[in-house]
């Protein structure tokens, strides 16, 4: 079965800094990969998603992440961070035609932003 | 309207007693979920439907149980709540098609506490 890690539990950080979360999985097929993001009291949102091609993604609110595939990695980035990115960020994996699209959670970043 | 709805938000119960989660969807979507969130641990996948007449367990079935109504509901039932069953519930939902395909789609979530 595939699994999900996500190194960092907490990260803080000021406005304007930039962000870097790390998220690693183990399957050893072709997978699908999603970032979501959880603002406080809210339920999660895409923010951005890969399935093929490009391996720079680029999503909303100026959020990216880059698909290595050698490494196994997902890792999400924003150049520069503000107050309001603030939340907890999910990574997940699903393998291509996995039946019922499963998706496998990371464990989440909370990450919180100072003014 | 919100897309995707749970019902209630907010449940405070007593071990033994049943529970019943209620999802509605208004997407059109065929294909639903249940997912507990606890800290650290991400999102864990409980039951899942690819239509009404399909019902497949996830990774943490053991307690608990569903029931596809209708394309656009999916039920989440605790039978005899304990308290280890505390947790933050997500009902998602998915397509197999279009541009959104393959992408999942949360409910605010219904937390839940068992004393």
């Known amino acids: 079965a595939q699994s999900v890690s996500q190194h960092n539990h907490h990260v803080i950080l000021s406005e304007a800094a930039s962000l870097e979360l790390g998220c690693n999985y183990s399957?050893?097929?072709?997978?699908?990969l999603f970032w979501y993001v959880q603002y406080p009291g809210q339920h999660l949102q895409l923010l951005l998603k890969y399935f093929s091609g490009d391996p720079l993604v680029k999503g909303i609110k100026g959020f990216e992440a880059e698909f290595i595939k050698s490494k196994f990695s997902f890792n999400l980035r924003k150049p520069s961070v503000q107050w309001s990115d603030t939340a907890e960020y999910f990574c997940?994996?699903?393998?291509?035609?996995?039946?019922?699209?499963?998706?496998?959670f990371g464990g989440g970043t909370r990450v919180l932003v100072k003014p | 309207d919100a897309d995707v709805t749970q019902t209630p938000r907010n449940r405070i119960t007593k071990t033994g007693k049943r529970i019943m989660l209620e999802c509605s969807q208004t997407?059109?979507?065929?294909?639903m979920y249940w997912y507990r969130q606890d800290p650290g641990l991400g999102l864990r996948l409980i039951y899942y439907?690819?239509?009404?007449?399909?019902?497949n367990k996830g990774e943490i079935s053991d307690g608990y149980s569903v029931s596809r109504q209708a394309q656009a509901k999916f039920s989440l039932s605790l039978e005899s709540a304990i308290p280890n069953q505390t947790a933050l519930y997500f009902c998602?939902?998915?397509?197999?098609?279009?541009?959104?395909?393959?992408?999942?789609?949360f409910g605010p979530g219904t937390r839940l506490t068992v004393l």
């Open positions: 439907s690819f239509d009404v007449k399909d019902i």
């Open positions: 998602a939902t998915s397509s197999t098609s279009g541009s959104e395909r393959d992408e999942q789609f």
């Open positions: 399957y050893g097929g072709t997978v699908n």
């Open positions: 997407k059109g979507h065929d294909r």
């Open positions: 997940a994996v699903n393998p291509h035609g996995a039946a019922g699209n499963k998706l496998t």
